[in-house]
Structure formats: C-alpha cells, structure tokens
C-alpha cells in the first residue's frame, strides 16, 4: 500500500513538473551523461528551479540525464547547433576544440581541491570560460569531479620509486599516457569497463580514479592499495548554446548566468557528500589508504608533459596564473 502511494505521489510530482514546463515561456533542454540524482544532475535542477523563480515562471530548465540525448561528443555538437540548450560536459572532450580547457586538465595543475576552486572560481576560470564564445557556445560555471589518484593490487605506493614498471590503466588520452610514463610506470589505455577484470587476472597492476569512481565499480575489491596523490583535479563545465543565449533578453542571459554560478556551492556540497560515502565504504573494507606523500617529485616528473602540451603564450601565461594563485 505504501509503495502504490509512493508510486502515486511520484507519478503526480512527474506529471505536475511537466505541466510547469510547458507553462513556462521557454523551456531549455539540458543534457547530462550522469543517472539521475548526481551531483551535477541535481545541480542543473536546482538552477532550473531558481531560474523558474526568478523569472517568475517565464524560464523552466528540463535537465535530460543518463546520456538520454547523445553521449558528450555528441551532445556538445548538438549544443552548438543549438539543438541542445544547456550541457554539463566534462573538460576532456573539449580540449582539442578549445585550447585553454588543457590547463585545468594537466596533471598535478592544482595542489589541492581547494587551490582548484579558488583558481576556477577567479579570473583564470573566466577566463577559460570566455574561450568558449568562439565556438557557439557560452561558457557558465565549472563543477567538481574530485580528485584521481592511483591505486593497485600489489603494494602501498608511498614515493614515485614505488610505481617504477607498475602498469596502470589511464583513459584514451596522449597526455595521460605520457603522464604515467613520466612517473616511471608503463600506462595502458583501455576502457572503463574492462579494467576490474584486468586487475583481477593481473593484465595491469592498478588504474587511477576518484573516490565515487573506486567505491562504485567495486575496484577496490581488487586494488587493495590507494595513494591519495591527487594527480588530476579536472573540473566539469556547464556550457549553454549560443545560438538559445542569443534568444534571450539580455535580463534573461543575466538570470542564466546568476543561477549558474548560484548552482556551484550546491552542486561542491552534494560531491563532497558523495566523496565521504565512497570514501568511508572504502575504508571499512579495509583498503590501505596511503595519505602522507611527498608530491614534489611527482610535480617535477611532470616537466616533459608541460612543455610537450603548454605550446602557445596563451597556455603559459595560464599555467604561470594558476601556480602563482594562493
């Protein structure tokens, strides 16, 4: 009985949300790969009901997650056709589009979560959020996705000399590749899906990822060993369509803009729970968790990628902001 009530209640909360979307004047379709109830998803919604206040029920938001309008690449392609209004994307895609979505994306740009939100949430992020105005699109906010660090099957990392011949898994990416092997270790790019398995038959040694990300594809089941170095802190970035901005009042691009940013701080609160779930779930299963690391090498092994990829005056005075923010 009590499931048939909740059933109902959802059904009507489903049926009134649609209602008020097609109340509204306009009504922006925004795309996510993550499930529903993420914290980028949940994130979108809230601005959505912000912007709906706001506008005193002219502008509604109808946040499409699970991939339901395209994976990212295609997605941002439909964003700039303007097919799609809103995109919450990760940065990865964008940097062979976008020159300055590289910086936030190297390894080890950012000593810390918090040195990565002070420097996002300043000039050097506008900045880069301004790049995206030459490519149809309008750049918003940027959102977390944690920190990636490594982990393994086979002992605790505690220096760089420990990882010497380790093979690790990295996502499709040169840059990481080359990451990894300037650490001393042998990188394998393969995909997300394939690398429990390859941990557990001993194809690769470990993979590197964030906490949600280890807790949730159950990883640590196998890779017992996570090194807390925080080697990439890559934020997400919440992208309109050019073409939909344009279409607005110049009130209304004002209201777009505020409930953006006024959507980061929910969206940082609602990661850092998700973080804390993952983390203590991981720690009960008695993963050794290695905290105490001495990063600087690490940083100085990173020479070669900066100056195979920082290329351009642009990039280098970038780089050169973000090391000199405090």
């Known amino acids: 009985m ?35 109830g993420y914290p980028t998803v949940a994130a979108v919604n809230a601005m959505g009901e912000m912007l709906k206040e706001r506008s005193g029920d002219r502008l509604c938001i109808e ?63 506008q900045q880069i959020l301004d790049a995206f105005s030459d490519h149809d699109l309008v750049g918003l906010a940027f959102y977390d996705s944690g920190s990636r660090s490594f982990y393994n099957s086979e002992k605790p990392i505690n220096s760089m000399a420990d990882l010497a011949g380790m093979k ?67 934020p997400e970035v919440l992208v309109m369509s050019k073409t939909s901005y344009d279409k ?14 006024d959507s980061v701080p929910i969206m940082r609160e609602l990661w850092a729970a998700r973080e804390l779930e993952s983390e203590t779930r991981v720690r009960e299963a008695g993963v050794e968790i290695v905290t105490d690391i001495d990063k600087t090498p690490f940083i100085e092994a990173m020479a070669p990628v900066y100056e195979k990829y920082v290329t351009s005056p642009v ?12």
């Open 2 to 36: 009590t499931y048939m009530k909740t059933l109902g209640a959802a059904l009507l909360a489903s049926v009134a949300m649609g209602a008020a979307a097609t109340a509204c004047e306009v009504t922006l379709r925004s795309s996510d790969t993550h499930p529903d």
């Open 63 to 125: 946040v499409f997650h699970s991939a339901q309008l395209g994976e990212e690449k295609d997605s941002i392609e439909q964003t700039q056709f303007g097919v799609i209004d809103l995109n919450r994307v990760s940065l990865g895609p964008f940097n062979n589009i976008i020159e300055e979505t590289q910086i936030p994306s190297l390894p080890y740009i950012f000593r810390s979560v918090e040195h990565m939100h002070k420097v996002m949430d300043g000039p050097v992020g």
């Open 168 to 234: 690790f898994r990295v996502m499709q990416s040169d840059m990481f590749v080359d990451m990894v092997s300037a650490l001393g270790a042998n990188a394998t790019p393969m995909p997300y899906g394939e690398v429990y398995s390859s941990i557990q038959t001993g194809v690769i040694d470990g993979a590197e990822n964030n906490w949600p990300s280890y807790d949730s594809s159950g990883h640590f089941e196998v890779a017992k060993f996570y090194t807390l170095d925080q080697h990439l802190i890559v």
């Open 248 to 261: 607005l009042s110049a009130e209304d691009q004002a209201l777009v803009r505020q409930a953006a940013k």
């Open 315 to 326: 990039l280098k005075q970038l780089v050169a902001d973000i090391q000199a923010t405090e």
